[in-house]
């Protein structure tokens, strides 16, 4: 009996012990979270100047946020210096003013991490570029097209866009040699890829990706419906193979930089951009999810919350959302705002990170005095952010 009642002691000292270390754990991530914000160089000046940007950094520590996503790759150009960028365009930087004899990413690094916050440099265009960008002068062959050959793409309705063919190995090749330039130099925490590492699905007809469906297909051509699921899924799935191929190179370089996806939800992003972050996120090849749900009412916003792919990411890896504080002639109240990083709070998502810089105080209906002192009160204590972790 003495031997018996000693196993049965030990079977609930152990039981004990894992259930202490599980609270443990699940305390340890409820004092973490991501309090993120996209700083961009479209609609905001917030980057055009040492002194602003420095200033802005600052402003968002008092704040308690503590992850940037700085834009590097945005209307064609780069806006860091590039060898890369220079030996593709002819062109080293944005010509932008304000970007001139100055090394944007490195300012930012340097001021973030004396104040301990994440820096995750952002691939905003990702395969985008403007029509009449030196980058698709210079390489028309890297364009994907409609059936009708055409290319443009009109952003917002208003901005003629040209998108690089993800499948092309060039392609391929310069966004790879980008983003290893900056993750070989820089020393950074992690870097972002968005939903534009995709391409509307209307495009996919260039001579190229229609070539390689041919060798795959017996000779048979694309379907000219571009939302055939299985068109759908073959261009969705070169993608997705190149990811994976991006992954290990990022990796090789430096393991601990993690590699963040910013995406809309996934139906959406799969039927309308080609981008199965789903698949991505099951092969292992996203350590930080952060999908965007911009919407203008709860009813929405918690549906998308409630999302099979997005509930099952959460399970995974940090799982984040992305919430917008406004637009230029789009103003949010901050009461939505509030709401909706609550709501992402009590079904225990990751944190959240807010598109975008300019919009947090200065596009809402309060006066930029009311705005930050709403988001002092939202983020009222100092948290590190989530990083990798496993639940299992």
């Not at 092969?283 to 930080?288: A, S, V």
Request: charged share 25%; aromatic share 14%; with cysteine.
């Amino acid at each position: 009996m003495k031997f018996l009642r000693l196993i049965f002691l030990f079977f609930v000292t152990c039981i004990f012990i894992y259930s202490f270390s599980q609270f443990s754990h699940s305390q340890s991530l409820k004092n973490r979270e991501i309090r993120g914000v996209w700083l961009t160089n479209i609609d905001s000046d917030v980057l055009f100047s040492q002194e602003k940007t420095k200033s802005s950094i600052e402003t968002l520590h008092q704040l308690n946020f503590n992850t940037v996503y700085p834009a590097v790759w945005n209307w064609g150009y780069t806006l860091y210096p590039s060898q890369v960028a220079k030996n593709i365009t002819g062109i080293k930087i944005d010509p932008t003013e304000g970007l001139q004899n100055r090394d944007l990413l490195a300012e930012i690094i340097t001021e973030a991490h004396d104040k301990k916050m994440a820096v995750i440099p952002w691939f905003e265009f990702g395969f985008m570029a403007p029509a009449d960008s030196q980058l698709a002068k210079l390489h028309p062959e890297w364009l994907t097209k409609r059936p009708d050959g055409s290319t443009i793409w009109l952003e917002g309705n208003v901005h003629e866009r040209v998108w690089l063919n993800p499948l092309n190995p060039q392609v391929q090749s310069f966004i790879s040699d980008l983003i290893l330039e900056i993750v070989t130099k820089y020393d950074i925490d992690g870097i972002q890829v968005d939903d534009h590492f995709g391409y509307p699905s209307e495009f996919g007809y260039d001579d190229y990706t229609v070539g390689l469906y041919r060798q795959e297909h017996n000779g048979k051509l694309p379907p000219l419906d571009k939302k055939n699921p299985e068109w759908v899924q073959w261009r969705a799935d070169k993608i997705t193979n190149y990811m994976e191929t991006l992954f290990h190179l990022i990796k090789k370089v430096k393991n601990n930089v993690i590699v963040s996806v910013s995406p809309n939800p996934q139906e959406f992003s799969k039927n309308e951009f080609l981008m199965d972050w789903a698949k991505w996120e099951r092969k292992g090849l996203i350590e930080e999810l952060i999908v965007q749900i911009y919407r203008n009412n709860m009813d929405s916003f918690n549906r998308e919350l409630a999302q099979k792919d997005l509930q099952l990411a959460k399970d995974h890896i940090p799982t984040a959302i992305g919430i917008l504080s406004g637009l230029k002639g789009r103003s949010i109240g901050f009461d939505l705002i509030n709401e909706q990083v609550n709501s992402t709070r009590e079904k225990d998502f990751s944190g959240v990170s807010f598109f975008f810089y300019e919009s947090l105080w200065n596009f809402g209906p309060e006066t930029v005095q009311e705005r930050q002192s709403s988001f002092q009160n939202l983020f009222s204590q100092k948290l590190d952010r989530l990083t990798i972790y496993n639940k299992s």
